[in-house]
């Protein structure tokens, strides 16, 4: 399991945890690059479709990170998406998704440090987990061996 | 064509008999749910009113892939879609009901005519040979009688089996059905009396449907521009639950899916109770309400196909869409309303 | 107990005054099924009309779903959970409060057919409903009494909210409620192992055929075009896919939270029988647990995902 790389999509707030990003690595921080990023405008873009979307498509992890409650670049879109985080959160993780393949977390634009910390945590934690085979579709059976 | 007695001692014999070099499917399940599935034919259940589900999905799956394509470009045609072709064996089929036969083989003349042959179907259907159940105590929901059949009609089967006490009585009813029972030791009879009686009882005991030959009479586009749809359909939710029911209903959807190695064309039902099954490519959608996706299904039952399959109605009664209904909207009712004069033109 | 007859009598001559008074251009009741075990949705527009509308004890299907987008002046017949679903649609400004009449009819639960199936296995030819706490179903040679209690919808077991106490009139005295849901089998199912939770829910919607007769059935699925139906993109694939089925179960799930009245309309149309509530449930206690709302109890408050506190319980973001 130590060689599994993990697939790990990441919808960041492009106010914020998308810059913090940017920051962490002109500033030369080096942090895994298991991550794919989808930059929305806020955190309240998210659509649960997307989360879903991704595992299904065979994302080992999803990391949704937007501004600091309080710090919306829209007054109130992350206030919002945090009674929505709650509840994709609390669905996720009851009908049997491991609670460490969806991370939710607020990093600013300034917090590359934490931005770093957060990114080894998620994609360690999703290495822990191991690849993704219950919530995930699964391969087409073409069937093309049957008919050669 | 002849009629055969088996003993009751002997079924289990008959069955291994029927199931020697072919699938054998019979009914199985708990309940109401009873479903037709392979199995021992030690397990052969009687004591059903019908499938749950129609039996059109034996030979019309839900989900069937058509066709399919690799991506590794290092093999032979990669990107090149292949027919998965017939991979059907033979089979029979025991205890479908004369309702759900008789819908198979209106099914049938949809995807095999003189005009084009599904290969799909065909595969499936040609290679199965159906025997039927005939229903002496037909359920509280069922009208096959009034749609122009019968507890005993030997529509779409090869073979009919009755009860006879606690023996079966068999009567062939096309040569692929007389060759089967011929391979097993099924004892010739003369029953012919004993079925007659049996289908008058069983007829009786469905009462007197009501004669729904104005609609056949009524011209196609009085029917289509009837006022009463628009109540008709008024408590109507538009889900699919009677198409998916419904042993003639045979609308699908070819979709394509793609992963990492490759593709798949694949057919699925689909269902004219949808806003989607009409919906245009430029967003016009020419069945915009539920007024005319719910007329455009009894219309199909009543009207259209009658018209194309030589006075056959398009449904047979078998009851399904009238209890799994989640708003009870009774086809029967709908039959009657279309009987209706119509009321004099408001213009 | 009192008498079905009684409610329906009461019933019609309600749904005649308001239509007289043009209090209302329809009722929305429930008329006799055409099949034992089932009654039908119907629309009266005139007092003749009105003398088809009853009510038993199969009244299920919950009328709101009829008055999303319907203009004009609407009385609609309703139980403590539809009466909810209704005032939740107010709330959405799915319809105008001052169209809206609600005859309110305190219940005692409504009666689950596959219960009844289960205990009286032979073909039932009719049933005969005087009360509203009993049942009896005849069939060929055969008369089964079968109490109420024992045949219960799963939602109905669990209602506290049987009398729509905020309706414009109610038919008959109010009923009291049974023991909310503890939600004590998904605690139950919580505590157990990731992996064991997928198994049940996978298992939950093996036999889901997509027909979508529970989404279609739910008052609260009124969206111009389901996520199931969107096509650019396509969120989901059109076949059995056991993902792309728990995709759609899970979202519709999500779509309900905070909404939902537990009027178990998806599981009565439901053709397969599947416990499509259990999704809705998980949602339920989570809105309950951090909001502590509950959907459709007063007029003026506010569906719990469009507002917020600044101060929102989220432990789990870091």
Redesign the interface.
Known sequence: MSDFEPKIVAFFCNWCTYGAADLAGVSRLDYPPNFRVVRLPCTGRLN??FI??AF?RGADGVWISGCH??DCHYI?GN??A??????????????????NRL????ISSAEANKFQA?ARDVVENVKACGPNT???????????A??A | MPEYIVKESALTEFFKSLATGRRLLTPQGAGDKCKLEETGPDKVRFDYSNTHMSPKQLFFPQNE?LM???NDASKSDPFVY????D?ANPAVIFGIRPCDAKGLSISNRVFQNDRFVDPYWKGKFDKTIKVGLACASPSPQCFCAAMGGSPYGEAGLDVLAFRVGSDLGLKTITPAGEELIKQTAASQADLAGELKNQEAAAVKSQGVGTDLKPIDDKDLMVLFQDPHWTATAENCLNCGVCTFFCPTCHCFDIQD????????RMRNWDTCMSWLFTVHGTGHNPRPSKTERVRQRFMHKLKYIPLKQDGTRGCTGCGRCVVMCPVNIDIREVALKMCQPQAPSQA | MPALSDITSKIRESAKKLLADGRAEVVIGYRQGTVPLTTSPFFARSAADCDQLVWSNFSRINLANYLPGRPGKVALVAKGCDARSAIGQVTENQILKDNLYIIGVPCTGMIDTNLVVAKETRPIKEVVESTDDAITVKGEGFSTDIKKTDVLRRNCQTCANRTPKLADELIGAETPGAAPDDFSD?KA??AKT????????KDLIKDCLRCYACRNACPLCYCPIC?VDETRPQ?L?KSN????T??FH??R??HC?GRCTSCGACETACPVNIKVRE?NR??EL??QN??NYEAGLNWDQKP??TM?Q?D???D???
């Open positions: 649960p479709k879903m979307e299904k409650p309080g109130a206030y919002h945090r009674r929505k985080f709650v509840l994709m959160h609390q669905l996720l993780e009851s009908i049997g998704v491991e609670p991370r939710f977390s607020w957060m219950t919530f995930r579709k699964e391969d087409l059976k073409l069937g093309l049957e008919v | 892939n399919s394509f690799h292949k027919d998965l072709g991979k899916e793609q992963s990492e190695k490759g593709g798949i | 998904i199912l919580l990731p992996a064991e939770r997928m198994a049940y829910f996520f969120w694939g896919d056991p993902m792309d728990l995709t899970l979202l799930g999500l939270s999704f998980v949602t989570t809105v951090n909001w719990p995902l917020f600044t929102d319980p989220a789990f973001i870091k």
